[in-house]
């Protein structure tokens, strides 16, 4: 009887993790800059990328904007979801483009009105302090009314680097169709160079032979 309730017992806690599971892993590094991500469209052509309001905790005046660096075009509409509006959670908006097409690589960008002409970019290289400030993680819960989605969450860092706390949810939201993957560091292909050229080495001596 023992071993009965014993198993009972672990399969309801097994149910109940998967009941409760959180819809998404916050950034767990706060204080540090998250390393970039390679953002890539993953949709139909001819469709776009749905985005829903998530939460917010700056205070400053924010808006997002996403550009399609495959096309160097950004997506319409831009400057949306001013978190200091009126908006709740599961708003939504539709991001597209006629050049949209599956594979396109993605900046996602954010205007603080406290900096006027400075850029907050998923890409370091667009960022006026070089670093990365959107979090990329997969989601698959509720929002709002919408019930489940499973999706992309970005939360975004809307202050310069020496003001930032780095925990990346200022600005968060939850997107469809596109997929995040780690940017390789520079070192990483300088390694994968140096095997490619170690293993051409040993060929030519295995038919040198």
């Not at 509409?77 to 097409?101: D, E, K, M, R, Y």
């Not at 780095?166 to 993957?181: I, M, P, Q």
């Amino acid at each position: 009887m023992r071993l009965s309730l014993l198993a009972l017992a672990s399969v309801l806690a097994a149910g109940s993790t998967t009941l409760y599971a959180a819809p998404f892993a916050p950034y767990s590094n706060v204080g540090h800059p998250d390393s970039p991500s390679t953002i890539t469209f993953n949709g139909a052509t001819g469709t776009g990328i749905t985005a829903y309001f998530y939460s917010v905790s700056a205070a400053d005046t924010d808006t997002i904007s996403i550009f399609d660096a495959t096309t160097s075009t950004f997506l319409s509409p831009q400057g949306v979801f001013n978190n200091q509006a009126p908006i709740t959670v599961g708003s939504s908006v539709t991001f597209t483009s006629p050049s949209l097409h599956n594979g396109d690589t993605l900046v996602f960008d954010l205007y603080n009105t406290s900096f006027p002409g400075d850029v907050f970019s998923s890409n370091p290289a667009t960022s006026p302090d070089g670093d990365s400030h959107a979090y990329f993680t997969a989601f698959n819960g509720t929002i709002g009314a919408y019930g489940t989605i499973n999706g992309t969450y970005v939360g975004m860092e809307d202050l310069p680097a020496n003001q930032s706390d780095w925990d990346y949810n200022d600005d968060t939201f939850v997107f469809t169709s596109v997929n995040a993957a780690p940017t390789p560091e520079p070192s990483t292909f300088a390694l994968l160079g140096t095997g490619l050229l170690g293993a051409a080495g040993a060929l030519r001596r295995k038919f040198a032979r």
